[in-house]
């Protein structure tokens, strides 16, 4: 079966990681994920990770309830390591040989992030995960699997979710709600749809980066997006919007 990318990058949140838990991290729901990309990098894709770390610690939260909104930021980036350093252990559990970058400088548990070292990782069958975010307080993870993925050359950005796709309305909330096929950046930017930060939309747009938002928790969606088949919502299309 043939894959209709080269290189992409896979973000997850944090609350990802925890499941039906309240806190922290699902050991199932860890391999589980592995499982699947270990089924696209056997494929031959080449995988980058961005991972979240608000199962663990969410800055924005934090500087709500009172903390310096920089050192709430940092404190969550180092969440973010700890659930990568989680994702690799699962991976070379299981026979895929992944490394960890970091944007903050950890170098008894990970290597510094430098942008030619990830790539050739990727060219040699390595998955890459991204570990504490930019480097930078006050820009999200999603700003960072924008950037990131400019900076690789990632043909597309697989944003996992708990829901189908984008919606009009909350699916949850509304069982008439209507799940967008596909959408442009202008229209998820002029609606405020929250697919992802403004930030990192516009990053998309600018380098031309599609996203596939798909559910994370129907076994196969990464095997399916990768091959081409029709999962979830894609941004940077055409709009179905009537």
């Known amino acids: 079966m043939g894959t209709a990318y080269r290189r992409i990058l896979l973000k997850l949140s944090g609350e990802a990681l925890m499941g ?5 991290i699902d050991p199932v729901v860890v391999q589980d994920i592995a499982q699947e990309v270990a089924e696209v990098t056997a494929m031959g ?7 979240g770390g608000g199962n663990i610690f969410r800055g924005v939260k934090a500087a709500s309830a009172g903390m310096d909104r920089a050192t709430a930021d940092y404190i969550g980036m180092i969440a973010t390591v700890m659930n990568a350093m989680t994702l690799q252990d ?7 040989p ?3 970058q970091t944007a903050i400088a950890m170098q008894e548990v990970a290597e510094p992030y430098i942008r030619r070292r990830a790539i050739r990782h990727l060219e040699k069958g390595r998955v890459v995960v991204f570990g504490a975010g ?3 307080p006050f820009f999200t993870t999603d700003t960072t699997a924008a950037l990131r993925a400019a900076e690789i050359d990632a043909e597309v950005i697989f944003k996992a979710t708990k829901v189908d796709g984008i919606y009009d309305s909350d699916p949850n909330a509304n069982p008439k709600a209507h799940l967008y096929r596909s959408l442009t950046y202008s229209h998820v930017l002029t609606h405020d749809l929250r697919v992802m930060d403004s930030t990192a939309i516009a990053l998309c747009k600018e380098n031309n980066i599609p996203i596939i938002v798909f559910n994370l928790s129907k076994r196969g969606n ?3 997006a990768v091959t081409g088949e029709p999962v979830g919502t894609i941004v940077g299309g055409s709009c179905d919007v009537s």
Do not use: C
Not at 20 to 24: D, F, I, Q, S
């Open 20 to 24: 039906n838990l309240g806190y922290g």
């Open 45 to 51: 894709m080449q995988v980058a990770i961005v991972v």
């Open 134 to 136: 930019s480097g930078n």
């Open 98 to 100: 992944t490394r960890v």
């Open 222 to 224: 990464i095997r399916r």
């Open 90 to 96: 699962a991976l070379e559990q299981i026979g895929v």
